[in-house]
């Protein structure tokens, strides 16, 4: 994935900007890029891990028109689209992302903590995901395209 040139983004003429419009909803292929872990911000301060996720493949339930109209599972410069994808780390939701290590990206090390499958095995893994339309709070007009359900490729 090459660094976007801010420069040549800056110099465009501002009324020319367009609003990117997301992925239309169905199933796609992902692919783990990258992951990163943070925090919340709040008084909960809730630990997370976020998966950066590639756009692989559109399933066939996506509509053609609509994929072309949100410009398609690639940028301009050929490189995939990336959704992210985060788990909460908390106690009653670990299972959440074990789940999605083991089942959804087939990682099978025994034995191994759940730090190690994220930082070892899980880049480069495949899975299915659905995206869903979600729109912002307070402001219906903006919808953000989130990965809803994963499953093993």
């Known amino acids: 994935m090459t660094s976007p040139n801010f420069a040549a983004l800056l110099s465009k003429p501002a009324d020319q900007v367009e609003k990117p419009k997301p992925l239309p909803q169905g199933t796609y292929t992902f692919q783990v890029l990258k ?3 943070g ?5 909960k301060k809730t630990d997370f891990v976020e998966f950066t996720c590639g756009v692989s493949a559109a ?3 996506i509509d053609p ?8 599972i ?12 985060t788990f909460y780390v908390t106690e009653a939701a670990l299972y959440r992302l074990t789940e999605f290590l083991i089942e959804h990206l087939g990682i099978t090390e025994t034995g191994a903590s759940t730090q ?7 880049v480069g ?7 869903k339309h979600v729109p ?3 402001d219906a007009s903006v919808v953000y395209a989130n990965i809803d359900k994963t499953a093993a490729a």
């Open 65 to 72: 028109t609509e994929l072309e109209a949100a410009g398609g």
């Open 59 to 61: 399933g066939a339930d």
């Open 35 to 37: 992951y990163g872990y």
């Open 125 to 131: 893994k495949f899975f299915t995901g659905n995206i």
């Open 116 to 122: 190690q499958l994220i930082e070892e095995h899980a």
């Open 39 to 43: 925090q919340t911000t709040g008084e």
């Open 74 to 85: 690639t940028r301009a410069d050929g490189s995939m689209k990336t959704q992210d994808l």
């Open 136 to 138: 912002k709070k307070g």
